[in-house]
């Protein structure tokens, strides 16, 4: 597509259960990222995809995150058992490859 | 490890004044360096990128940015806001060997009319 596309681009949970952020990046990016932005926190990594490489998982807050990439295009990242400090924009991006990425809208994630 | 600082979380500034918001960043190696905006409920866009050569950089929307790295700095300028600069500014660093960009916590543009 010409952009990075997120849905939804809004959700309103309940506490503890699971919710689905879909990304669908730039056709032709390798590179995928997630990143969470709250209030007054600036832009926190969460995990990066490139082409068919062990993604980089490195800043998933805790065992509740997890993403998936399938056929090296949309990624799902997934939140179980979401918690009230879950709530944020959820960030992605996509690139050809370093450096310089391309975002999504995001998806504003509430839970009450 | 790779961070970012941005010392000023607001900055005021009349429109038609001048405009530099401050970043310092950390980083192990060669970096290269990003300033993105983010106006009110909306995505981030890319104002301007260095990864060598000439250390004053050109952007968008009349931005420009100077790397210093003797002081590890990545300053923004412009020299004449207009009121539609009002917006969130993150600069970024990240290299050749990481292929994740690590953002400062942004500072908030308001323009006094």
């Known amino acids: 597509g010409a952009g990075v596309s997120q849905s939804p681009s809004n959700k309103v949970t309940e506490k503890g259960k699971d919710v689905e952020l879909r990304c669908d990046p730039i056709?032709?990016?390798?590179?995928l990222y997630w990143y969470r932005q709250s209030l007054g926190q600036g832009l926190e990594f969460l995990i990066y995809?490139?082409?068919?490489?062990?993604?980089?998982k490195s800043g998933l807050p805790s065992d509740r995150f997890s993403a998936e990439r399938t056929g090296g295009s949309v990624s799902t990242l997934t939140i179980q058992r979401t918690q009230q400090e879950d709530s944020a924009v959820y960030l992605c991006a996509s690139s050809l490859g370093h450096p310089g990425y391309t975002f999504g809208s995001g998806t504003r994630l509430t839970v009450v | 490890a790779q961070s970012v600082t941005q010392p000023d979380i607001h900055i005021t500034v009349s429109e038609g004044a001048s405009l530099e918001l401050r970043c310092n960043y950390s980083y192990g190696a060669t970096p290269y360096l990003f300033w993105y905006v983010q106006s009110p409920g909306q995505g981030l866009q890319l104002l301007l990128k260095y990864f060598s050569g000439d250390t004053l950089v050109q952007g968008i929307k009349g931005f420009e940015a100077e790397f210093k790295r003797s002081q590890s700095s990545f300053n923004l300028r412009k020299p004449s806001v207009h009121w539609s600069d009002a917006a969130e500014y993150f600069c970024?660093?990240?290299?050749?060997?990481?292929?994740?960009?690590?953002f400062g916590k942004g500072t908030r543009l308001h323009i006094l009319p």
């Open positions: 056709s032709g990016h390798t590179a």
């Open positions: 970024a660093v990240g290299g050749e060997r990481d292929d994740k960009i690590i």
């Open positions: 995809f490139q082409g068919n490489s062990a993604p980089d």
